[in-house]
């Protein structure tokens, strides 16, 4: 079965913090794509980030960060020196190979939400 | 270049009514999707069209949802008649080409609120 699991439902931090997202995903695929996708007050799913089952480089993009480890089927997301325009909620999904790349497989999303 | 526009952005109804959303995709995007996010829980994918045709329909939930695509353009979800696990955010997506490589433009989603 496939299945993403963001077990944080809902993350409160102040200004300047540094926060991770976690993201655990569930497949017998060898060949998949993970993403992160955010969505601020205004509604729309913004895509972040997608990174491919065979690349387990780890990506920096300012002050974003994820960290994709297969071994524990993880793909996190590190915000550093949060800021209040991040609160938003935050996707992980899942699409697969065997299901012609055409299907995103969400997780439940977190809510992050940021003080100043 | 304008994006995947939903209407209505919010939208309240009674139990047993007839609800139609309506997803512009982007110019040109030939596939659509549309995905729901009912209570908090996880987006899950609905169906896809590529032009005017359904490609996927797996993930409708029951007859009492239509999808349809006239003329490969804009598409509509109908849901006739509404129940109350109905309510939740009804999000489209539309991308030129179909795979990963084609990244999804998704909309602001239409709220659905069935009382």
């Known amino acids: 079965a496939q299945k993403v699991t963001q077990a944080q439902t809902e993350i409160s931090v102040v200004e300047k913090e540094d926060v991770t997202l976690d993201c655990v995903y569930e497949?017998?695929?060898?060949?998949?794509?993970l993403f992160w996708y955010k969505q601020p007050p205004s509604g729309e799913l913004v895509f972040l980030i997608r990174?491919?089952?065979?690349?387990?480089q780890n990506e920096i993009s300012g002050r974003y960060s994820w960290n994709f480890q297969k071994s524990t089927s993880s793909f996190n997301f590190t915000i550093t020196a949060s800021q209040v325009v991040d609160s938003a909620v935050y996707f992980c999904?899942?699409?697969?190979?065997?299901?012609?790349?055409?299907?995103?497989?969400f997780g439940a999303g977190t809510r992050l939400a940021v003080h100043p | 270049e304008a994006g995947v526009t939903q209407f209505p952005s919010h939208s309240v109804i009674e139990k047993g009514q007839t609800v139609t959303l309506r997803c512009d995709p982007i110019?040109?995007?030939?596939?659509l999707y549309w995905y729901r996010r009912v209570m908090g829980k996880e987006i899950k994918f609905l169906l896809h069209?590529?032009?005017?045709?359904?490609?996927?329909e797996s993930g409708m939930p029951n007859n009492r949802f239509l999808a349809e695509r006239t003329g490969g353009t804009y598409s509509t979800l109908k849901v006739q008649p509404a129940e109350l696990e109905d309510s939740g955010v009804y999000f489209c997506?539309?991308?030129?080409?179909?795979?990963?490589?084609?990244?999804?433009?998704f909309g602001n989603g239409t709220r659905l609120t069935v009382t």
């Open positions: 110019s040109g995007h030939d596939n």
């Open positions: 990174r491919n089952s065979f690349d387990e």
């Open positions: 997506a539309s991308s030129h080409r179909q795979g990963y490589n084609s990244p999804l433009h």
């Open positions: 497949t017998r695929d060898t060949t998949y794509y």
């Open positions: 069209f590529v032009k005017e045709s359904k490609q996927d």
């Open positions: 999904a899942l699409i697969l190979f065997s299901g012609g790349y055409n299907k995103l497989i």
